[in-house]
């Protein structure tokens, strides 16, 4: 969705990542819109089948609901990074779309304001997701995601129905598992019905009783000693907004929290000190010379390499959860002596 280099989901251990986009403030300011714009938002929900409060949750976590939404002139912003080196194709198309939407009135040159990257609006729009996906809720002819707050939640909104949103669908829940679970015999990547996973002993963390329809994932975002979910398609869906796992539990969780759900449960490995950058680079190198397919060697651990990480476990023997951690990249060190 929008050009990160050091994004703070990216970088930021994702327990520490939450606290701060998950906030007491961000959770109640969300409450306060919620009611607000009521109306609102049940017209758009019922419009476009997509969650009220994930539409909001996605305006409290990329501008605090309106309350910052970049003040670089976007034109000047994207002519730079055009000819800066880094993506200078991307960044040249999202130049000449940007004058397009100046040119077909629905924002003028001198206040089409955003980011360093360009992403603009209360939900921040690349110029590209503008043409595709902003929507002119009120009618008036312009599609003004600036200033006009239904039409950029509309705009959300139409973006994530427009990428497969499961209308009724929640995006998952927090799970407690069984004792003696095998950990390592589930794939992450593939789906089970919510009903195999009740069967398999898994419950809800918040005590309430498991869907009998539909399907779901597990993951543990902190390895084996973190919380575990069970994430739903419309999961995937929220990441299509912006790749980061991180991200997309803060936007999931937030939401949750904005309908009135308490806050996740398990507790998160706060002691444990994750890796650094360059030892998730060493890692990333060790697996793909070893055939696993880390992907693109970046320090950023993303599902490429999480699956990779999970087959080198499954080939070792241990519990392949998928986490990076100091012990793990200890056993790749000594396996190359």
Request: charged residues 20%; glycine residues 10%; proline residues 4%.
């Amino acid at each position: 969705m929008r050009p990160a280099r050091k994004q703070a989901e990216f970088v930021k251990p994702i327990w520490s990542y939450l606290s701060g986009s998950v906030s007491p403030g961000r959770i109640n300011r969300g409450r306060t819109l919620a009611r607000q714009y009521s109306g609102v938002l049940s017209r758009i929900e019922s419009r476009f089948g997509v969650d009220r409060c994930v539409v909001l949750a996605i305006w409290g976590m990329e501008t605090n609901y309106g309350g910052f939404t970049g003040n670089q002139d976007v034109i000047r912003a994207l002519a730079s990074l055009a000819y800066a080196g880094v993506r200078e194709s991307f960044f040249r198309n999202e130049l000449l779309t940007a004058l397009q939407i100046v040119q077909q009135g629905h924002i003028s040159a001198r206040r089409m304001t955003g980011s360093w990257a360009g992403a603009m609006g209360q939900t921040q729009f690349m110029p590209s997701s503008f043409v595709k996906y902003a929507v002119d809720y009120n009618g008036d002819g312009v599609k003004n995601i600036w200033t006009n707050v239904p039409d950029a939640l509309a705009s959300t909104a139409n973006y994530l129905a427009r990428f497969g949103w499961q209308k009724g669908v929640t995006w998952g829940y927090e799970v407690v598992l069984p004792r003696r679970f095998n950990i390592s015999a589930y794939d992450p990547k593939v789906s089970r019905p919510f009903t195999y996973w009740r069967s398999a002993g898994l419950r809800r963390a918040d005590g309430r009783a498991m869907p009998n329809i539909n399907s779901a994932a597990i993951w543990f975002p902190a390895g084996k000693h973190g919380p575990v979910f069970l994430l739903t398609r419309n999961f995937a869906v929220i990441k299509e907004y912006n790749r980061s796992n991180a991200y997309a539990l803060g936007v999931a969780h937030l939401s949750d929290r904005i309908a009135g759900l308490g806050a996740i449960r398990g507790k998160w490995p706060r002691k444990d000190r994750p890796l650094s950058k360059s030892q998730v680079m060493e890692m990333q190198r060790y697996l793909n010379r070893n055939g696993y397919g880390a992907g693109k060697v970046d320090g950023r651990v993303g599902q490429n390499v999480t699956a990779a990480i999970r087959k080198f476990q499954l080939k070792r023997g241990i519990v392949a959860d998928g986490y990076p951690t100091h012990g793990l990249l200890r056993i790749m060190r000594g396996s190359r002596r």
